[in-house]
């Protein structure tokens, strides 16, 4: 019984086209099939990040582009107002940021010579303290001799030991010696309220200070404000840089799918830009001819678009074909399903590939 094999897969009867170069007579040679294709490579889709309208268009189809080339200026009021406020906002916080900088500067050395002098006066006063004290202690030791020498010579001129005239010597030397003790009592008062008047001053010098502390807090929340500013303002421009898109690969513009002056919402792609590299040919085989097909083998590929120039390309893939036709796991109708592969050929690379160009694929049909 004659076996009849039904491809599965519609659009493998499609691409497949056998030119017949079955050899005949003595040649008992694997009969050779012609298998269409096409050149495929991979595309990448350039769209926006942000909404605009296309202000400039720098490629057209076909034009060749290079990472980094530019593509597509947007223009966008929306982002350009935003730059502008936040880079407003940034510049008021970094006049702010200066300001409290030269007050806190000018405070800290103001009160910095307060407390300086403050210091200085206490520890004057603190002298005056001490000397005031010894002068008070040497004028209380006056006084006491001053004293006892006037009561010993005043009971001598009551006993007519010695004249009035003595006595009364001893009783102006005493009474120097009490007006001296007084005065010193007095100094050693002042001084005391002195150094009470400039610790004040030191402890007022010294409060004074802790501002300049309260300050440089102030300073640093008004220094974060502005770090907050600055990242808006670079959130804003980093949005404008996205008005301007360029190639993010090597390769030619194989769809312009947008114009100048339409608008262009986030995502939305502006042009297909097609790989200039890793070119594979795609071609539907029947699995019971090809099965013997391995990973890695050599394959002729004519490529009618250049004078059907014969290249060799390299299998690297085999997949089972898409499948959209019914099952049939016997053959109760006299015929079993077959299965269609997918192959898929490596080519080196050439500046003249395109996607889509047509590539014969030459397989021996039935080799082992």
Known sequence: MKMKHTCTNAVVLGLVSIVGLFNTGCHKGPATMVVDGTIDCDEVNVSSKVPGRIAKLFVDEGTSVKP???????????????????????????????????AVKFQRAAFT?????????????????????ENLTSAEA???????????????FAAG???????????????????????????????KAG????????????????????REQE??????????????????????GETRIVAPVAGYVSEKISNAGEMVAPGF????????????????????????????????????ALGNKAVYGK??????????????????????????LQLVIKLDDDPRYRNGMTARVELNAGEK
């Open 68 to 102: 980094g080339d530019p593509v597509v200026i947007l223009e966008s009021n929306e982002i350009d107002a935003k730059v502008d406020a936040a880079s407003a906002a940034y510049q008021s916080s970094v006049a702010r940021v200066a300001q409290a900088g030269t």
């Open 269 to 304: 792609p502006v042009v297909t830009i097609s790989r200039a590299n890793d070119f594979k040919v795609k071609v539907y085989v029947d699995e019971s001819k090809f099965g013997y097909l391995q990973i890695g083998r050599q394959i002729k590929v004519v490529l009618p």
């Open 195 to 214: 150094l009470k008047a400039a610790a004040a001053a030191r402890q007022l010098a010294q409060d004074q200070s802790l501002q300049v502390t309260l």
């Open 161 to 191: 030991v010695v004249p009035r005239q003595v006595e009364e010597q001893y009783e102006n030397a005493y009474s120097a010696a009490k007006a001296q003790l007084g005065a010193a009592e007095s100094k050693v008062d002042q001084a």
């Open 113 to 133: 010579d307060q407390l300086e002098e403050a210091k200085a006066q206490y520890d004057a006063r603190r002298e005056d303290v001490r000397q005031a004290e």
């Open 315 to 340: 299998l690297i893939r085999i997949n089972q074909a898409a499948d959209f036709a019914t099952k049939k796991a016997t053959n109760e109708q006299g015929t079993f399903d077959v299965r269609g």
């Open 142 to 156: 006056n006084y006491t001799t001053q004293r006892d020498s006037y009561n010993r010579f005043h009971g001598m």
């Open 219 to 240: 300073q640093s929340a008004i220094q974060q404000q502005a770090d907050a500013a600055q990242g808006q303002m670079h959130e804003a421009q980093a949005l404008q």
